[in-house]
T-cell receptor, first 111, second 113 residues
């Protein structure tokens, strides 16, 4: 069965510094990978996806993610974090007609 | 994308009662999903609801506890039956619009006393 791992519970970063949220995946066949963000008291919002093509995927709010097949990773990045980026971030992989989510990473951007 | 409305947004319920959560989409969709997000946890898929057929439940979830209706292509309900404090969670519906991207409602925050 497909799965993703998000090894860190919380990521703290100073405003203006680069932000990285890590994700590794396990799936048979070609991976369909996603990042979602959840702000307090809100549902999940789609950020970006990798299906095929360029390994660097650009998404909403200045986020991007790099697909690395050899390392089975799909880390989320943002060159310069904003305080408003503080939220819960979920990595997900698609397989068997469903999404499997990681446990989520709380990102705290410190002013 | 899609606009997904969930009602109620939150509720506080007594043990042993049932709550029905509604999910309305602004366009016709084939696949709708219901998830549970327990406090501090990730999302767990409860079931997939396709119009015109019985919902497909994931391991650990049963129809008697979480009956689902899908009367048309824009609407679904999830009922949490005979509630206990362990059912306190956020319940989210989502739809698969295109290319496997799921769009989510804002969720229903349920507390069971």
């Amino acid at each position: 069965a497909q799965s993703v791992a998000q090894p860190e519970d919380q990521v703290n970063v100073a405003e203006g510094n680069p932000l990285t949220v890590k994700c590794t995946y396990s799936v048979s066949g070609n991976p369909y990978l996603f990042w979602y963000v959840q702000y307090p008291n809100r549902g999940l919002q789609f950020l970006l996806k990798y299906i095929t093509g360029d390994n660097l995927v650009k998404g909403s709010y200045g986020f991007e993610a790099e697909f690395n097949k050899s390392q089975t990773s799909f880390h989320l990045k943002k060159p310069s974090a904003l305080v408003s980026d503080s939220a819960l971030y979920f990595c997900a992989v698609y397989g068997n007609n469903r999404l499997a989510f990681g446990k989520g990473n709380q990102v705290v951007v410190i002013p | 994308s899609a606009v997904i409305s969930q009602k109620p947004s939150r509720d506080i319920c007594q043990r042993g009662t049932s709550l029905t959560i509604q999910c309305q989409v602004d366009s016709q969709v084939t696949m709708m999903f219901w998830y549970r997000q327990q406090p501090g946890q990730s999302l767990t898929l409860i079931a997939t609801a396709n119009q015109g057929s019985e919902a497909t439940y994931e391991s650990g979830f049963v129809i008697d506890k979480f009956p689902i209706s899908r009367p048309n292509l824009t609407f679904s309900t999830l009922t949490v039956s005979n509630m206990s404090p362990e059912d306190s969670s956020i319940y989210l519906c989502s739809v698969d619009i295109a290319k496997n991207i799921q769009y989510f409602g804002a969720g229903t925050r349920l507390s069971v006393l």
